[in-house]
């Protein structure tokens, strides 16, 4: 994995390997990440949904090839509150071109997300 950028080092981010090896990324509660009291900010949660889509092509391609996000489709299910948050994300379609990435954040529970995104990128190889 490659070093955070300040955003991520900002929300705290950091990443562990989940039961399945996929990769995972945890989003402390801390004062940074709040929006309104006692909850998350929506941009926090939308970031790290977005690290958890782009880390997940990273980490599925070869060194070497770039990844450039087309468009991000963020949707906020529930408010975040004051827990840890977890993200992962996995890709729909890789293409030589363009990969489509799904990716979701929970709490304490996988199956009750959220906010999910739906990313497209444009992948440039060699």
Do not use: C
């Amino acid at each position: 994995m490659h070093d955070l950028p300040p955003y991520a080092r900002l929300l705290g981010l950091s990443t562990a390997r989940g039961e399945a090896g996929e990769l995972l990324w945890i989003m402390p509660f801390r004062e940074e990440v709040v929006g309104r009291p006692g909850f998350l900010h929506g941009g926090a949660i939308a970031g790290l949904l977005e690290f958890a889509a782009l880390g997940t092509v990273y980490d599925t391609l070869d060194e070497g090839v770039s990844v450039k996000p087309i468009n991000v489709t963020v949707q906020f299910m529930r408010g975040g509150v004051e827990r840890e948050t977890y993200a992962g994300a996995r890709i729909t379609r890789l293409g030589t071109r363009v990969a489509n990435v799904e990716a979701y954040a929970w709490q304490e529970d996988r199956e009750r997300p959220i906010a999910s995104a739906l990313m497209n990128v444009m992948l440039r190889r060699g």
